[in-house]
Structure formats: C-alpha cells, structure tokens
T-cell receptor, first 112, second 112 residues
C-alpha cells in the first residue's frame, strides 16, 4: 500500500525567507507528484505538480523530484504571510483505484 | 464561480440517524471523489466515481454509501451515523484519473 510521509509537521519562517517542505513516498511506480495548499476552512487547491526527475519552477515555487530516493521537496521563495497554510503532498498512482494518495501535511506559518 | 459546491456546509447529526452530503460540479469532469479529513490522518478516500450510475470503493468505505445519479452530482450517505464519523468531508472532481483534483469547500459533520 502506498504511503506518503511529509516533514516537518510544522514550520515557522520569517517573511521573505525560504520555506522548504519534504515528502517521501513508498512506490517508485507512482506517476505525478502534486502539492496542494489548504487554508483554514477551505478545500485544498493544487499548486504545482512534477512527473520527471529533476526540478520544476513556477513563480516563487520550485519542486525537486528524485525517484531513486523516493523524495520530493517544495521550496517557496520569499515567503509571504498569505503563504501561511497547510501543504499537502499527493502521489498519483499508475494502477489501482486510488487516483491520489495524500500525506498528512505540513503547516507553514509565515511571521510578518 | 465555484466549480465544486457542497451542501450543507455544516451539519449536526444524532447517532444512528441518516445523513446525506451532496456535491455538485460544473467542471464537466468524469471523476468525482469523496474524502474525509481528520487531524493526523490527512485526506482519506471514501468512494469515487468515474461515470454516472456507478461508484467505486476507496480506502475507507465502511459505513458509507455513495450515489452518482448524473455527471454533475455525487452524494455521500451515512445510513447509521456514528460518533467516529465526525470529520470534515470534501468532494472533488477531476478530468482524468490522476489529474489535478478540484475540491469543494467541505462539510463539517458533527455526530452527537
């Protein structure tokens, strides 16, 4: 059964600093890796996804994927108070009924 | 315009009672999902559907039924609500399996 683990559980960063989040998954047959952002009282929203080994950059976000080590990281440059949220890592499986397997999330708090 | 809506947004139910949670999407997506979110467990898939009049079990289907009467509508039914089903429930839709999922705002269910 696929497992998705995230670290750290919570993170406090000063405004303008880099936020770095980690995610490990258990199945190398996984397809895309997604990062979702969830603000309190809201549903998750997709931020960025990656399929191929290497990195992908979109605006202030950079994602690094290493399939050999089953690890993906999300880095948020120039963190803003509006980035304060829970970040969920989700793995898309190639087979089986489950489309996305979610981790338990990292809570990011950006202090002004 | 919100593409995935849920009703009700919150509900208090009594143990042993019947609860129906509704979801409506205007994305024209084939796939729809029901998740529950609990502290420490992240998002867990209850049921999903990829075509009207058909539903599939997810990871934690016990105690829940689902109904997909049309492409736009997907319901989650708790025939005999229990205390352990107190949680926030999210509906989501996606164009293809494994694609980005679009989430509704959630329903907070409290079973007393």
């Amino acid at each position: 059964q696929e497992k998705v683990q995230q670290s750290p559980e919570s993170l406090i960063v000063p405004e303008g600093a880099m936020s770095s989040l980690n995610c490990t998954f258990s199945n190398s047959a996984s397809q895309s890796i997604w990062w979702y952002q969830q603000h309190p009282g809201k549903g998750p929203e997709a931020l960025i996804s990656i399929f191929s080994n290497g990195n992908k950059k979109e605006g202030r976000l950079t994602v690094y994927l290493n399939r050999a080590s089953l690890h993906v990281s999300l880095h948020i440059r120039d963190s803003q108070p509006s980035d304060s949220a829970v970040y969920l890592c989700a793995v898309s499986m190639a087979q089986g009924g489950r489309a996305l397997i979610f981790g338990t999330g990292t809570t990011v708090s950006v202090s002004p | 315009e919100a593409a995935v809506t849920q009703s009700p947004r919150s509900k208090v139910a009594v143990t042993g009672g019947k609860v129906t949670l509704s979801c409506h999407q205007t994305n024209n997506h084939d796939y729809m999902y029901w998740y529950r979110q609990d502290t420490g467990h992240g998002l867990r898939l209850i049921h999903y559907s990829y075509v009207a009049d058909s539903t599939e079990k997810g990871d934690i289907p016990d105690g829940y039924k689902a109904s997909r009467p049309s492409q736009e509508n997907f319901s989650l039914i708790l025939e005999l609500a229990s205390l352990s089903q107190t949680a926030v429930y999210f509906c989501a839709s996606s164009e293809f399996r494994g694609n980005e999922q679009y989430f509704g705002p959630g329903t907070r269910l409290t079973v007393l």
